[in-house]
């Protein structure tokens, strides 16, 4: 069992930058691996980046590599996403997402789900 819980979403200009945060409570966090979806009306939520339990093994989808940077603090139960050069079709409510030990990359793989945050990018 793992509660998650993110922050740091909000409004940034075309080409800002923000950092989200996901928060996890619950038993041997570092067992978990983790990852970030996003979703917008009427779509599925999307896979957007994952990183392993030591973080040795990290996967980005196509849409932000380069511009976007996955870590995680097991010290303090903590994973982050840096997303650098925002751009307008990165608007999107952000998901944390809990897996118990696998390389999980589809919605449908994911056992915990964070509430959240939505990020908005203007033009």
């Known amino acids: 069992q793992v509660q998650l819980v993110e922050s740091g979403g909000g409004l940034v200009q075309a080409g800002g930058s923000l950092r989200l945060s996901c928060a996890a409570s619950?038993?041997?966090?570092?067992?978990?691996?983790m990852a970030w979806f996003r979703q917008t009306p009427g779509k599925e939520r999307e896979f957007v980046a994952y990183?392993?339990?030591?973080?040795?093994?990290?996967l980005y989808a196509d849409s932000v590599k380069g511009r976007f940077t996955i870590s995680r603090d097991n010290a303090k139960n903590t994973v982050y996403l840096q997303m650098n050069s925002l751009r307008p079709e990165d608007t999107a409510v952000y998901f944390c997402?809990?897996?118990?030990?696998?390389?999980?990359?589809?919605?449908?793989?994911?056992?915990?789900w964070g509430q959240g945050t939505q990020v908005t990018v203007s033009s």
């Open positions: 619950g038993r041997t966090f570092s067992s978990y691996t």
């Open positions: 997402a809990a897996n118990r030990g696998t390389t999980a990359t589809s919605s449908r793989l994911i056992d915990y």
């Open positions: 990183i392993s339990w030591s973080g040795g093994r990290i």
